[in-house]
């Protein structure tokens, strides 16, 4: 769902945040993707798999990171 809750909205602004909330109110997404907590991360290939999943501030300056991504855009312009 994308609708933002009057509870969500406020949290959102009281925290500065500014990305897209999307609610998961049945648990449909949270089951199928793991989710358990936030922040969560996810990295998905041209193909819609999740290769890279990580629960937690992720720091996408690392060079771990960059390397991955840099693969998957390798990958996808194949």
């Known amino acids: ?7 969500v909205a406020s949290f ?3 925290n ?11 648990g449909k997404v949270a089951k199928k993707y793991d989710v358990f907590g936030i922040p969560v991360s996810y ?6 798999r999740i290769v890279y999943r990580l629960s937690g501030i992720v720091d ?8 991955l991504v840099n693969n998957l855009i390798s990958e996808g312009s194949d």
């Open 1 to 7: 769902m994308s609708e933002k809750s009057p509870v």
């Open 12 to 14: 959102m602004k009281e």
């Open 16 to 26: 500065n945040y500014s990305a897209r909330v999307l609610l998961d109110l049945d």
């Open 43 to 48: 990295l998905i290939d041209k193909d819609g």
């Open 60 to 67: 996408w300056s690392s060079r771990e990171i960059r390397s």
